[in-house]
Structures are given as structure tokens and as C-alpha cells.
């Protein structure tokens, strides 16, 4: 049986800038199918969402 290292169960850190590398390089659907960065690639774009709408509804208020 094939023993499995332990540095493959362990996801790397949440650093901006790996997740733009690696998006560049695969494009968004690539990057997202990424066994080792793609739950980073996920939670970025919620979070790059979130801030869009949040400056939306902003905006939206401000003009009211």
C-alpha cells in the first residue's frame, strides 16, 4: 500500500499572490479544478464577491 506524506494533507497558506499566479496560469476554471489551491481559488472569489456587492449596496445608499 502507498503510504501517503504528510506534507500532501496539508493545504498551503492563504497568500494572495500564489492564488494570482496560479490563476493567471490555469485561468479561473484551471485554477478552481487545482487539488492543492483550489479551495483558495474558492474562497477568494466569495470573498472578491462579497466586496463587490458590499460597495454596491454602498453606493446604492449614498445615492438614496
Not at 500564489?18 to 487545482?34: F, N, P, Q, S, V
Request: net charge neutral; charged share 20%; glycine share 8%.
Amino acid at each position: 500500500m502507498q503510504q501517503r506524506n504528510t506534507d500532501d494533507l496539508v493545504p498551503p497558506s492563504f497568500n494572495i499572490g500564489e492564488i494570482l499566479k496560479t490563476i493567471r496560469e490555469k485561468g479561473l476554471r484551471g485554477a478552481m479544478d487545482d487539488p492543492r489551491m483550489g479551495p483558495h481559488v474558492h474562497l477568494f472569489v466569495i470573498l472578491c464577491i462579497i466586496f463587490l456587492v458590499t460597495i454596491i449596496i454602498m453606493g446604492a445608499s449614498l445615492l438614496s
